[in-house]
T-cell receptor, first 113, second 111 residues
Framework: GENVEQHPSTLSVQEGDSAVIKCTYSDSASNYFPWYKQELGKRPQLIIDIRSNVGEKKDQRIAVTLNKTAKHFSLHITETQPEDSAVYFCAASWRNNNNDMRFGAGTRLTVKP | SAVISQKPSRDICQRGTSLTIQCQVDSQVTMMFWYRQQPGQSLTLIATANQGSEATYESGFVIDKFPISRPNLTFSTLTVSNMSPEDSSIYLC????????FGSGTRLTVV
């Protein structure tokens, strides 16, 4: 089955700096890669996703890149703000997007004002 | 995306008892997923619930411990049976779509 690895486990940045979180996956059949933000005590919320036929996707300050050959994808947050502080999870769906997802271990991002 | 109502939001239970968690979706979905999130950890898939068939369990999870019902395309329950303190966790249901949506979670504490 799919195995998703995520790095780093913790990340601390100064407000206004950029943050990058990286994930690798094992199953080349995976074709859907979402990113979730989870604030303390709340459910994971989808913030951006990318499919395997696209190399990059951007939504305001957030972007995701995908390298299918290397089987890795990354989340980029620019101009970070204190409210970006949360745990971020990457995930991969290893059959199609109507099947289960496997999650990375999570990255705790702290944005210092 | 779908809206999921999950309850209870939290419970404190005695060891050896069972708790049933419910998820109601505002639209019909073929599959529903149940995840467990232990404190400070990632989400681990427990099982996939299809309407009209038995749930499919992941390695390390068994039906006797986590029975699942899926009576129709908008509803599912997960029961945590014969609980022990190790079952203390957050349990979440999820449905697929353009982006997977999660219920609000059930925070279970077993004492």
């Amino acid at each position: 089955g799919e195995n998703v690895e995520q790095h780093p486990s913790t990340l601390s940045v100064q407000e206004g700096d950029s943050a990058v979180i990286k994930c690798t996956y094992s199953d080349s059949a995976s074709n859907y890669f979402p990113w979730y933000k989870q604030e303390l005590g709340k459910r994971p919320q989808l913030i951006i996703d990318i499919r395997s036929n696209v190399g990059e996707k951007k939504d305001q300050r957030i972007a995701v890149t995908l390298n299918k050959t290397a089987k890795h994808f990354s989340l980029h947050i620019t101009e970070t703000q204190p409210e970006d502080s949360a745990v971020y999870f990457c995930a991969a769906s290893w059959r199609n997007n109507n099947n289960d997802m496997r999650f990375g271990a999570g990255t705790r991002l702290t944005v210092k004002p | 995306s779908a809206v999921i109502s999950q309850k209870p939001s939290r419970d404190i239970c005695q060891r050896g008892t069972s708790l049933t968690i419910q998820c109601q979706v505002d639209s019909q979905v073929t599959m529903m997923f149940w995840y467990r999130q232990q404190p400070g950890q990632s989400l681990t898939l427990i099982a996939t619930a299809n309407q009209g068939s038995e749930a499919t369990y992941e390695s390390g999870f068994v039906i006797d411990k986590f029975p699942i019902s899926r009576p129709n395309l908008t509803f599912s329950t997960l029961t945590v049976s014969n609980m022990s303190p190790e079952d203390s966790s957050i349990y979440l249901c999820s449905v697929p779509g353009g982006g997977y949506t999660f219920g609000s979670g059930t925070r279970l504490t077993v004492v």
